[in-house]
């Protein structure tokens, strides 16, 4: 089993910034892939941003030019720095891992938590 510590959520009026953290522990061998899902009232929920083992990332549309996701692997970390916030980025935020949990096995997923981020003046 894996658990994820998520934090960083929080209030802030249009323009600010926001950093979300989220740590993973468990029986972990190697981290695949972290990252950020996003659902705000009455919709789906949907990825933000995801980065892989080797460092490659991947942002949504809605998100590129304004949100930075990083990870510290040897503390099985990930970050996601929120700037130029708008209020369609309320939503409740949901940090994924993807993990082995032994060599040659296959990946598990994970959800955590997630952390309330809300934009409004």
């Known amino acids: 089993q894996v658990q994820l510590v998520e934090s960083g959520g929080g209030l802030v009026q249009p323009g600010e910034s926001l950093r979300l953290s989220c740590a993973a522990s468990?029986?972990?061998?190697?981290?695949?892939?972290m990252g950020w899902y996003r659902q705000a009232p009455g919709k789906q929920r949907e990825a933000v941003a995801n980065i892989i083992h080797s460092g490659n990332t991947n942002l949504a549309d809605s998100v590129k030019g304004r949100f930075t996701i990083s990870r510290d692997n040897a503390k099985n970390m990930v970050y996601l720095q929120m700037n130029s916030l708008k209020p369609e980025d309320t939503a409740v935020y949901y940090c994924?891992?993807?993990?082995?949990?032994?060599?040659?096995?296959?990946?598990?997923?994970?959800w955590g938590q997630g952390t309330q981020v809300t934009v409004s003046s």
């Open positions: 994924n891992v993807n993990v082995y949990h032994t060599w040659g096995g296959s990946l598990s997923e994970y």
């Open positions: 468990g029986s972990i061998f190697r981290i695949y892939s």
